[in-house]
C-alpha cells in the first residue's frame, strides 16, 4: 500500500550547518582552488596588460621673500611658502601655467604636477609625474622657471634657492607587483566558493542516519550495513560478501540482522519475491542483493538471486566472475533457463546473471519468457531476490515491480539528495507493491560512540553485536 512521504523541509541548526559545509568543502575543494587560480591568473594579467610605469621628477627650494612687510622675515619666508603650495592647484587648473608651459616645451598635455610645503619651515617642494622620465624632468625644470613669476600676484615676489633636483628619475614610482592581484584574487574567489559551498550543501542534502532516513520516507530502516575498506572505485566490481570468519567491521553480523528483518517482513506480507533498488547509481543495491541472499541461503533457504539491471549488469562482476550468459540471452530465445541457472558458493545459492548489457531492456523484461521463469521459479525457490537497475534514474525498476510481491530499497549514507530518495520512494509506490523498508548502506562509525575506527571488536561493535545477536535470536 502506498506510504505517505514526509516532505517538510528538516529544521537546521548551527552544528549541523558546520559539518554540511565541512563536508561540502572536502567536497568541493578542487572546485575552490581551481576558482581561486582562475580569478587571481586574470587579475594577475590583467595587472600586466594595464600596468604603465610611472616616474616622478622633484625639486625643493626656500622661498624668501623680497622687500617684506613684515617684522619677522622667517615668519613671513614660511608663510609664503605655505602660500605657494595652497594656491599651485589653482594657479595649475587656471591654464595659465600649463599653457606657459606647454608653449615653452612644445608638448600637447601637461603631466600630473604637484605642490607641497614642509610644515614650519620656507622649504618648497615642486613633483612632476609622467610616464616618460625625460618628459617628467623637462616640465619640472620649465615649472621652476615659470611657476614664481605666475604666483607673484598672490604671494608678491620671491625668490626660490634650490636645495635638490632628483634628474631624470631612472625608476618609477609604482612598481609592477602582483601582490594585491592574488590578495583579490584569494578573496574574491574563496567567497565565491565559500557560497558555491553553501548553494550546494542546501540543494544536496543527504541522509546520514536512520532517525533521518525514517522520517524523510516514513519508512522502518531494517538495516545499516557498515562501509568495509578495501572496497573502492579501483574494483567497483567486486563488493563485501558474507563470510563465516573475519567480521572485523561487523559486516557479517550486519547482514544477518537485515536477513531476519527482511525475512519477517516478507512473512507478514506472504511474500516470497523480493526486489532490491536504489535511488541512484552506485549506492551499494548489489551488495544488498547478493548478501541478503547469501545470508538466506546460509540458513538453508534455497534462494535465487536475478540480475535484472540489464543496462548495466552487475552481480558477476560482484562475486567475482567474469561475465557469462545471463537473463538477456534467454529473454531473446537464444538460451534456457537451465542454462543460465548458476549454482554459487552454496548448495542453496542459485544466481541468474545479467548476461550481454542491453540499451532498451524494457522490450525484453516485457516479454513472456520473463514471467515463464519467475513462475518456474516461484515454484522451485523459498526466496527470489531480484536486483534492479535504480529506480529515480530509469524505468525499468518500476516495470520489475509487476514481477515482485515487495520491494526494498538502499540508500548510501551521506550520497543521494533528500529529494531523489522520496521520488525513489514514489516510483515504488506508484507500482503497488509493499515496500518493506529500506537499508543504509557503506555507513560509518559515529563520532564519539567508540574510540575504535569502524565496526571492530570491541567499543561500539561488542555493545552492537550483542543487540543483534539478541535479535537474531529471538527471531530466528
Same mark, same amino acid.
Given at each position: 500500500m502506498n506510504r505517505e512521504l514526509? $516532505?517538510? +523541509?528538516?529544521?537546521?541548526? #548551527? *552544528?549541523? /550547518?558546520?559539518?554540511?559545509?565541512? !563536508? +561540502?568543502? !572536502?567536497? #568541493?575543494? #578542487? $572546485?575552490? *582552488? #581551481? /576558482?581561486v587560480f582562475a580569478l587571481t591568473l586574470g587579475l594577475s594579467v590583467r595587472t600586466f596588460v594595464s600596468y604603465t610605469p610611472m616616474y616622478q621628477a622633484s625639486a625643493s627650494f626656500t622661498v624668501r621673500v623680497s622687500n617684506p612687510f613684515y617684522a619677522s622675515t622667517a615668519y613671513y619666508n614660511t608663510s609664503a611658502a605655505e602660500q605657494m603650495a595652497k594656491t599651485f592647484p589653482y594657479i595649475l587648473t587656471s591654464g595659465v601655467l600649463s599653457e606657459k608651459v606647454e608653449e615653452e616645451l612644445g608638448i600637447s598635455y601637461m603631466p600630473s604636477v604637484s605642490a607641497t610645503a614642509l610644515g614650519n619651515t620656507n622649504i618648497f617642494t615642486l613633483n612632476v609625474t609622467s610616464s616618460d622620465p625625460k618628459l617628467a624632468y623637462q616640465v619640472l625644470q620649465c615649472v621652476m622657471e615659470i611657476y614664481p613669476s605666475v604666483s607673484e600676484f598672490v604671494v608678491g615676489s620671491t625668490t626660490l634657492t634650490l636645495l635638490n633636483d632628483s634628474g631624470i628619475p631612472q625608476h618609477p614610482i609604482n612598481p609592477l607587483s602582483y601582490t594585491s592581484s592574488f590578495m583579490k584574487g584569494i578573496v574574491l574567489g574563496g567567497g565565491i566558493w565559500l557560497c558555491i559551498c553553501l548553494f550546494y550543501w542546501f540543494t544536496h542534502q543527504t541522509i546520514m542516519d536512520e532517525e533521518e532516513l525514517g522520517k524523510l520516507v516514513n519508512l522502518p530502516c531494517l538495516g545499516r550495513l557498515p562501509k568495509v575498506r578495501g572496497f573502492n572505485k579501483k574494483n567497483s566490481d567486486h563488493c563485501p560478501v558474507l563470510s563465516e570468519h573475519n567480521d572485523k567491521f561487523g559486516f557479517n553480523e550486519s547482514v544477518r540482522l537485515l536477513r531476519v528483518r527482511v525475512e519477517k517482513a516478507m512473512e507478514k506480507h506472504n511474500a516470497k519475491v523480493l526486489l532490491v533498488s536504489s535511488t541512484i547509481a552506485n549506492e551499494g543495491k548489489t551488495t544488498i542483493s547478493m548478501n541478503l541472499a547469501t545470508a538466506l541461503a546460509q540458513k538453508g533457504k534455497k534462494t535465487l538471486l536475478i540480475d535484472c539491471d540489464l543496462r548495466n549488469p552487475s552481480v558477476a562482476g560482484a562475486f567475482g566472475m567474469s561475465e557469462e550468459i545471463g537473463l538477456s540471452d534467454y529473454l531473446r530465445g537464444e538460451q534456457t533457463i537451465k542454462s543460465v541457472l548458476k549454482r554459487i558458493n552454496y548448495e542453496n545459492l542459485f544466481v541468474v546473471f545479467g548476461g550481454k548489457p542491453v540499451s532498451n531492456p524494457e522490450d525484453l523484461l516485457n516479454r513472456v519468457q520473463m514471467q515463464e521463469m519467475m513462475k518456474a521459479a516461484r515454484v522451485t525457490f523459498d526466496y527470489i531476490i531480484l536486483d534492479t537497475p535504480p529506480c529515480a534514474l530509469l524505468s525499468d525498476a518500476s516495470e520489475i515491480c509487476a514481477l515482485a510481491d515487495c520491494a526494498l530499497l538502499t540508500v548510501r549514507q551521506d550520497f543521494a539528495c533528500k529529494d531523489q530518495i522520496l521520488e525513489g520512494v514514489q516510483i515504488l509506490n506508484d507500482a503497488e507493491r509493499p515496500i518493506l523498508g529500506c537499508v543504509l548502506n557503506m555507513t560509518k562509525p559515529k563520532i564519539g560512540k567508540s574510540s575504535y575506527s569502524y565496526y571492530g571488536y570491541y567499543g561500539q561493535y561488542g555493545a552492537r553485536k550483542q543487540t543483534q545477536d539478541k535479535e537474531v535470536k529471538e527471531y530466528a
Amino acid at each position: 500500500m502506498n506510504r505517505e512521504l514526509e $516532505t517538510s +523541509t528538516p529544521k537546521i541548526d #548551527l *552544528f549541523e /550547518l558546520m559539518n554540511g559545509m565541512i !563536508k +561540502t568543502m !572536502k567536497h #568541493l575543494w #578542487l $572546485t575552490g *582552488f #581551481l /576558482l581561486v587560480f582562475a580569478l587571481t591568473l586574470g587579475l594577475s594579467v590583467r595587472t600586466f596588460v594595464s600596468y604603465t610605469p610611472m616616474y616622478q621628477a622633484s625639486a625643493s627650494f626656500t622661498v624668501r621673500v623680497s622687500n617684506p612687510f613684515y617684522a619677522s622675515t622667517a615668519y613671513y619666508n614660511t608663510s609664503a611658502a605655505e602660500q605657494m603650495a595652497k594656491t599651485f592647484p589653482y594657479i595649475l587648473t587656471s591654464g595659465v601655467l600649463s599653457e606657459k608651459v606647454e608653449e615653452e616645451l612644445g608638448i600637447s598635455y601637461m603631466p600630473s604636477v604637484s605642490a607641497t610645503a614642509l610644515g614650519n619651515t620656507n622649504i618648497f617642494t615642486l613633483n612632476v609625474t609622467s610616464s616618460d622620465p625625460k618628459l617628467a624632468y623637462q616640465v619640472l625644470q620649465c615649472v621652476m622657471e615659470i611657476y614664481p613669476s605666475v604666483s607673484e600676484f598672490v604671494v608678491g615676489s620671491t625668490t626660490l634657492t634650490l636645495l635638490n633636483d632628483s634628474g631624470i628619475p631612472q625608476h618609477p614610482i609604482n612598481p609592477l607587483s602582483y601582490t594585491s592581484s592574488f590578495m583579490k584574487g584569494i578573496v574574491l574567489g574563496g567567497g565565491i566558493w565559500l557560497c558555491i559551498c553553501l548553494f550546494y550543501w542546501f540543494t544536496h542534502q543527504t541522509i546520514m542516519d536512520e532517525e533521518e532516513l525514517g522520517k524523510l520516507v516514513n519508512l522502518p530502516c531494517l538495516g545499516r550495513l557498515p562501509k568495509v575498506r578495501g572496497f573502492n572505485k579501483k574494483n567497483s566490481d567486486h563488493c563485501p560478501v558474507l563470510s563465516e570468519h573475519n567480521d572485523k567491521f561487523g559486516f557479517n553480523e550486519s547482514v544477518r540482522l537485515l536477513r531476519v528483518r527482511v525475512e519477517k517482513a516478507m512473512e507478514k506480507h506472504n511474500a516470497k519475491v523480493l526486489l532490491v533498488s536504489s535511488t541512484i547509481a552506485n549506492e551499494g543495491k548489489t551488495t544488498i542483493s547478493m548478501n541478503l541472499a547469501t545470508a538466506l541461503a546460509q540458513k538453508g533457504k534455497k534462494t535465487l538471486l536475478i540480475d535484472c539491471d540489464l543496462r548495466n549488469p552487475s552481480v558477476a562482476g560482484a562475486f567475482g566472475m567474469s561475465e557469462e550468459i545471463g537473463l538477456s540471452d534467454y529473454l531473446r530465445g537464444e538460451q534456457t533457463i537451465k542454462s543460465v541457472l548458476k549454482r554459487i558458493n552454496y548448495e542453496n545459492l542459485f544466481v541468474v546473471f545479467g548476461g550481454k548489457p542491453v540499451s532498451n531492456p524494457e522490450d525484453l523484461l516485457n516479454r513472456v519468457q520473463m514471467q515463464e521463469m519467475m513462475k518456474a521459479a516461484r515454484v522451485t525457490f523459498d526466496y527470489i531476490i531480484l536486483d534492479t537497475p535504480p529506480c529515480a534514474l530509469l524505468s525499468d525498476a518500476s516495470e520489475i515491480c509487476a514481477l515482485a510481491d515487495c520491494a526494498l530499497l538502499t540508500v548510501r549514507q551521506d550520497f543521494a539528495c533528500k529529494d531523489q530518495i522520496l521520488e525513489g520512494v514514489q516510483i515504488l509506490n506508484d507500482a503497488e507493491r509493499p515496500i518493506l523498508g529500506c537499508v543504509l548502506n557503506m555507513t560509518k562509525p559515529k563520532i564519539g560512540k567508540s574510540s575504535y575506527s569502524y565496526y571492530g571488536y570491541y567499543g561500539q561493535y561488542g555493545a552492537r553485536k550483542q543487540t543483534q545477536d539478541k535479535e537474531v535470536k529471538e527471531y530466528a
